[in-house]
C-alpha cells in the first residue's frame, strides 16, 4: 500500500515536533494486573516513573543481548539522523 502524501496540514504538525523526537517510536504494553502492580509499587518507593523502570529492564535485555546500551544506540540515532538500525557486536 503506498503511503499518502504529505498535505499541508501533516507537514505542519512534523514541522512542530519536539527536538530529539522524531526517533522516539511509541509501544504499547499489555500487562498482567499484578505485574502492573508490582511496577507501581517499586516505582513508588524509588520516586520514579514505570517507565524509568521498564527501560532499565529493556536496556538489561538488551545488554544481554549483545546489543550496544541504549544511551549508545540513542547516540548513534542521533549521530545518524535516527535513520541507522542498531548492530550487534561481533563476538
Avoid: C, N, W
Amino acid at each position: 500500500m503506498a503511503k499518502r502524501p504529505l498535505t499541508p496540514q501533516r507537514t505542519a504538525r512534523a514541522a512542530k515536533a519536539p527536538a530529539g523526537r522524531a526517533a522516539v517510536r511509541h509501544y504499547s504494553l499489555y500487562l498482567p494486573a499484578g505485574v502492573h502492580e508490582a511496577l507501581r509499587e517499586a516505582a513508588f518507593h524509588e520516586r520514579v516513573k514505570i517507565h524509568d523502570i521498564i527501560m532499565q529492564g529493556i536496556d538489561m535485555a538488551l545488554k544481554k543481548r549483545g546489543y550496544p546500551s541504549m544511551d549508545e544506540l540513542k547516540a548513534q540515532s542521533a549521530a545518524s539522523g535516527g535513520r541507522r538500525a542498531p548492530r550487534k557486536p561481533a563476538r
